[in-house]
């Protein structure tokens, strides 16, 4: 079985321009999980999803991000407008169970500039 | 929120030495996972590991839930293990997130 699934793997953007994430969980996982790595702040829990209902989103970090999961095989991350301290490695993760191992995606690394 | 505390920060080690990484949490906890990222920012999961120990290969972990650590061992290390290992725990009331510790930077030498 093919693992989470990432795209794009690598951006880079302007400042100012909407930012688009995307990700494919492993079949049959009914949570994901969107987490943010940077040096400073390490990795950290943005928004979780539990049967594509958003269950808690007080990770992310202020209005200009949403995210979405329209159906159990797809969901998006999208930062509008982008700003240049959102640059940072951008997870995904899903699990079977909400207390279950988490299985992450390659990450897609993010540069605004 | 919960804390979790690695060491060492950083660890040098030469091709075939052993090394023991640990982890201390603030919290009970009814999970706790291992993570490997390797050079190229992959995090791969080492274990799954609540309670107990269990081996993969030169790998091995250990987790004391009443006592609030694990271990993570490594023999025979090769230069392939470079990277940075994290260990990460949900709280128990809210068991969703994984805390991530700081991570423990290892290279390994020729």
């Known amino acids: 079985d093919a693992g989470v699934i990432q795209s794009p793997r690598h951006e880079v953007t302007e400042m100012g321009q909407e930012v688009t994430l995307r990700c494919k969980p492993i079949?049959?996982?009914?949570?994901l999980f969107w987490y943010r790595q940077t040096m400073m702040r390490g990795l950290e829990l943005l928004i979780y999803f539990n049967n594509n209902v958003p269950i808690d989103d007080s990770g992310m970090p202020e209005d200009r991000f949403s995210a979405k999961m329209p159906n159990a095989s797809f969901s998006t991350l999208k930062i509008q407008p982008s700003e240049p301290r959102d640059s940072a490695v951008y997870f995904c993760?899903?699990?079977?169970?909400?207390?279950?191992?988490?299985?992450f995606g390659p990450g897609t690394r993010l540069t605004v500039t | 929120g919960i804390q979790v505390e690695q060491s060492p920060p950083d660890l040098i080690l030469q091709e075939g030495a052993n090394s023991t990484l640990r982890c201390n949490f603030s919290?009970?906890?009814?999970?706790l996972q291992w993570f490997h990222q390797n050079p190229w920012g992959q995090l791969i999961n080492l274990f799954y590991i609540p309670s107990g120990t269990k081996q993969n290969g030169r790998l091995s972990a250990t987790t004391v839930a009443t006592e609030r650590y694990s271990l993570l061992y490594i023999s025979s290390s090769q230069t392939t293990d470079s990277g940075v290992y994290f260990c990460a725990v949900p709280p128990l009331a809210s068991g969703y997130a994984l805390n991530f510790g700081k991570g423990t930077s290892l290279l390994v030498t020729p």
């Open positions: 919290d009970s906890v009814n999970n």
């Open positions: 993760a899903s699990s079977q169970e909400v207390v279950d191992e988490q299985y």
């Open positions: 079949s049959g996982h009914d949570y």
